[in-house]
Nanobody
Framework: QVQVVESGGGLVQAGGSLRLSCAAS????????MGWYRQAPGKQRELVAT???????VYADSVKGRFTISRDNARDTVYLQMNSLKPEDTAVYYC?????????WGQGTQVTVSS
């Protein structure tokens, strides 16, 4: 059974930084794509950034230039470095690990940015 576990959320002031981590375990295969999504209260879950096994990345326009996604294939772990945080970045951040058969979600980690 694949498990996806996020860590690194918290409370930070506007302009500050946080680094999120997410590890996928329980599969003999490395995930094809890992990504971060977020959901703010009253809003739909939205894509933040994704990265393939080969390192190709996609970012939401709202985070380009501020967030950086990276991964360690050997550990099937993905990171999200978040700089210049804004109050509108406040949300629960979810990690997704996409394998050939299906994707798996983590339980989420809260990021709160105070103004």
């Amino acid at each position: 059974q694949v498990q996806v576990v996020e860590s690194g959320g918290g409370l930070v002031q506007a302009g500050g930084s946080l680094r999120l981590s997410c590890a996928a375990s329980g599969s003999i295969f490395t995930s094809n794509v890992m990504g971060w999504y977020r959901q703010a209260p009253g809003k739909q879950r939205e894509l933040v950034a994704t990265i393939t096994k080969r390192g190709s990345t996609v970012y939401a326009d709202s985070v380009k230039g501020r967030f950086t996604i990276s991964r360690d294939n050997a550990r099937d772990t993905v990171y999200l470095q978040m700089n210049s945080l804004k109050p509108e970045d406040t949300a629960v951040y979810y990690c997704n690990a996409l394998f050939t058969a299906r994707g798996y979600w983590g339980q989420g980690t809260q990021v709160t940015v105070s103004s």
